[in-house]
């Protein structure tokens, strides 16, 4: 028998070669896989005037509205998105929206969070929040409302202002996003432009004025105390300064952000019914 050494510190050790293995010819049961012997079809979409031609089973694994859909029986008649004459219309849906969806789907899953929230722009994500919203993709709103939310990372979602944020908050019950979009814009120096007004509407633009006004005068306020304080720090009556903003501004003065929250809170939510919490509604 042909044999091979290897050497080790204490001996030659002999590696003998597999013994051959015996064949079972019992017959073997045979079985598909509960998971994944996938009997999938091809199904046919009507968006504006492009027809696409997919998968079903991402579609179906992914949204319970075309889960339902697909389990609908046709009938008689021929199964709906079989050929072009019985393609299935999305109404509502634009074929950039479709397009966006489709391209996560077959593509996305392959890139990391980071890379393919770097390579998405902002339209993009908009598109697949809309039409993840209308057809209830939980998995990919989840995703398009943490690219698009404003953070620390610096994706091209950082060009989303806030008030796109309101409105696409709005539009698709984001209300975690009112609060920051509301105190970006009761900080910004210059007053709404018309166009943003026209999006935002009319009770959302004057409750923002309001907000705006109120906080810009008590800056105002400050400011003027400030010139008065470096005065009396001069003179030594620093303390008798600080006791005039307590009175002018009613409490202690605070960071700019923090008083223009609170600010926002008594506008906009003045029973503290902040939407989002506790299931209140968003209202406009």
């Not at 049961?29 to 009997?39: G, K, N, S």
């Not at 091209?156 to 996003?177: E, F």
Request: with cysteine.
């Amino acid at each position: 028998m042909d044999l091979t050494y290897r050497y080790s510190s204490a001996s030659y050790s002999p590696i003998l070669p597999p013994s051959p293995r015996v064949q079972d010819s019992s017959p073997r049961t045979m079985y598909e896989h509960q998971e994944f012997f996938i009997e999938d079809e091809m199904v046919i979409f009507l968006v504006e005037n492009c027809y696409f031609r997919v998968h079903k089973y991402f579609l179906r694994r992914d949204s319970v509205i075309f889960r339902d859909l697909f389990m609908c029986p046709s009938g008689p008649a021929e199964p709906e998105g079989r050929t072009k004459e019985t393609a299935i219309t999305l109404p509502g849906v634009t074929k950039y929206e479709m397009s966006c969806l489709l391209k996560f789907l077959y593509h996305g899953m392959y890139d990391s969070n980071a890379t393919y929230s770097w390579r998405t722009s902002v339209s993009e994500w908009t598109a697949l929040l809309s039409i993840s919203t209308r057809y209830a993709f939980d998995r990919i709103r989840s995703r398009a409302i943490a690219a698009l939310a404003p953070g620390p990372i610096p994706y091209s979602t950082q060009l989303l202002g806030p008030v796109d944020m309101i409105v696409l908050a709005v539009k698709h019950d984001i209300p975690q996003w009112l609060e920051t979009a509301y105190v970006s814009l009761c900080l910004r120096e210059h007053p709404l432009e018309e166009g943003e007004g026209e999006k935002l509407g009319v009770v959302t633009s004057i409750r923002l004025a309001k907000a705006r006004e109120k906080f810009w005068r008590e800056q105002a306020i400050v400011a003027q105390v400030d010139g008065r304080l470096e005065e009396d720090i001069r003179l030594g009556h620093g303390n008798s300064a600080q006791r005039r903003i307590s009175v002018l501004l009613g409490q202690s003065p605070c960071p700019k952000r923090a008083r223009a929250t609170q600010i926002i809170h008594e506008v906009f939510w003045p029973k503290g019914n902040v939407p989002g919490s506790e299931g209140v509604p968003i209202q406009t």
